[in-house]
């Protein structure tokens, strides 16, 4: 277990590809492949490689108690509040599990509750902010955490158009941030084509590759490295400092490490020809201490939340109605 007092929870897990050694990193507009150098040992640098960012490993952390297929959460975290958003007919939409935005997000805001109220006097009335007094972020923290306990897990930012919407626009930075990087990283080159095993020329389809006929040739570019690394960064201090309850507090570090343990226990296959496997299944943090079993964490997730219901630190999950191009 994480010590009383213990700042962080930092676990790095060495990955290789399932196959072979090249691997495809993802990539940014503009930009494609993220490099960077690294001091080395020896006083020189050494080339690393951005594998996957912290946006992306946090969608997939996300995803570990979601259900894409139901649009429910996991059935260990059943019993969290969330905000879901349904469409006109009764359909599930979307909700602030899904969103970028999480409990900020426009279809959350410009949602209907079935009182009459939208989702942003929904946010207005749990959060109370002062135009006129610096923000309290312990009782900011509390009020999240009674909306979507998840949403303090991965960060929320109140930001509107309008500055009375959320006066001083309080934002929770991740608790939870995770990333993999390659380093000592080269160039794997190669290459393949689109055939057109109907029309040998492009004379003879009538057309042009832009209407997608005729054979094309093309490059790709994939990388191999030297090691491959996910790693996780589990913000205990910044945890304590909302001051919650204890069950809350304790409730958020479990499901922040069960969203670890299960992610590193599925198919790490992040894209086309992207796919690894842990080298080492002995989780062990910097500190010294054990990433316990998923249902180890399960378990404490469960109790903890049902502690937190006890004391009323939540209700139920509440349901909006985003109407298209309806704002109020």
Known sequence: MTTTMANRFLLDVALTPVQG???????????????????????GWTTCLLVES??????????????AGSSNPTDV????????????????????????HRLASPYVRFATLPDGRTGSELLVESLQLSETSPHDYQRLALAVFGLDPLALVHGVFFAGKSGKEFPGQPKFTRLLTGFIEATDVRRAESGGVKRDHVSHTQEASGSDATEGYGSVPFARTEWTARTITASFNLDLAQLRSYGLPAPAEQLLEYVAKLEIATLLAEPLRLRTNCDFEILDERLVSRGGDALETIDALGERVRSLASACRAEGLFGDTSELTWVRGKKS
């Open 77 to 100: 975290i059943a019993e969290l509040p969330f905000i879901r958003v349904l469409d006109p007919a009764g359909n599930h939409l979307t909700s602030s599990r899904e969103e970028s």
């Open 54 to 67: 912290a946006q992306s490993m946090a969608n997939r952390l996300e995803a570990t108690l979601w259900e």
């Open 21 to 43: 050694s090249r691997f495809a990193p993802t990539g940014f507009a503009d930009l494609g492949a993220a490099t960077f150098d690294r001091p080395a040992d020896d006083g």
